[in-house]
C-alpha cells in the first residue's frame, strides 16, 4: 500500500495551460505539504495545511493554488504555466505539524 | 540565501567502510535536524533526527552528530553497504521540537562500491 501517493508521475504540457496534480495520504496524518525541487536541486516548502487549512503559504505565485477537499487529499492548480514551473513536485504528510513528514513519489512537470 | 549547506555535491565509499556526510547551517534559530534519503524517481525517505538539545543520535548504523556552535552536522553510517547508495538531504527546522517547515540543503549523493 502506498502511504503518499501523487497522480500524474509525469507531466508535459504546454506554456499557457493549466494543469491539476493530485495528492491523497492513507495514513491518517492531518498535515499535508507541497514542495517543489527545482533544476538546482533544492527541495523548497510551497504550501502546508493542517485540518484542510492553510498554514504556510512560502511566497509562491498566485497562480499556484492548493485544494484539501478532505484530510486525506492535497491538491495542486497551476494555472497559465510558465516554463521556470518545470521542476519535480513532491507532497508529503506528518501525522501532526510537529511530526516527521513522509513524501510522495514526486510529478515529475516539464513546460515546453 | 542557503541556510543549510551540504558542500560536498557526491561521496564514493568502499562497502565495509565509514561514509561521512556533512551538513552546515546558518540560522541560530534551527534547533531539529533531520536526514532524508532519496531513490531516483521516488520521494525522500526519513532516516534518522536529532534535537538541538542533543549532540548525537544513533539508530543501527547511523548517527547523526550535532555540533551547535559551529552550526554542524553530520550522518555517519557504519558499515556502509551497497543498497545505502543514495542522495542524502539534510534538513533543519526553526520550530521547537517539531519539523513543521523544514528547509533542506542541495543532498549528497553518496556511492557505495561493491
Known amino acids: 500500500d502506498t502511504a503518499v501517493s501523487q497522480t500524474p508521475k509525469y507531466l508535459v504540457t504546454q506554456m499557457g495551460n493549466d494543469k491539476s496534480i493530485k495528492c491523497e495520504q492513507n495514513l491518517g496524518h492531518d498535515t499535508m505539504y507541497w514542495y517543489k525541487q527545482d533544476s538546482k536541486k533544492f527541495l523548497k516548502i510551497m504550501f502546508s495545511y493542517n485540518n484542510k487549512e492553510l498554514i504556510i503559504n512560502e511566497t509562491v505565485p498566485n497562480r499556484f493554488s492548493p485544494k484539501s477537499p478532505d484530510k486525506a487529499h492535497l491538491n495542486l492548480h497551476i494555472n497559465s504555466l510558465e516554463l521556470g514551473d518545470s521542476a519535480v513536485y513532491f507532497c508529503?504528510?506528518?501525522?501532526?505539524?510537529?511530526?516527521?513528514?513522509?513524501f510522495g513519489p514526486g510529478t515529475r512537470l516539464l513546460v515546453l | 540565501d542557503q541556510q543549510v549547506k551540504q558542500n560536498s555535491p557526491s561521496l564514493s565509499v568502499q562497502e565495509g567502510r565509514i561514509s561521512i556526510l556533512n551538513c552546515d547551517y546558518t540560522n541560530s534559530m534551527f534547533d531539529y535536524f533531520l536526514w532524508y534519503k532519496k531513490y531516483p524517481a521516488e520521494g525522500p525517505t526519513f532516516l534518522i533526527s536529532i534535537s538541538s538539545i542533543k549532540d548525537k543520535n544513533e539508530d543501527g548504523r547511523f548517527t547523526v552528530f550535532l555540533n551547535k556552535s559551529a552550526k554542524h552536522l553530520s550522518l555517519h553510517i557504519v558499515p556502509s553497504q551497497p543498497g545505502d547508495s543514495a542522495v542524502y538531504f539534510c534538513a533543519a527546522s526553526p520550530t521547537q521540537g517539531g519539523s513543521e517547515k523544514l528547509v533542506f540543503g542541495k543532498g549528497t549523493k553518496l556511492t557505495v562500491n561493491p
Open positions: 508529503a504528510s506528518s501525522q501532526t505539524r510537529q511530526e516527521t513528514q513522509y
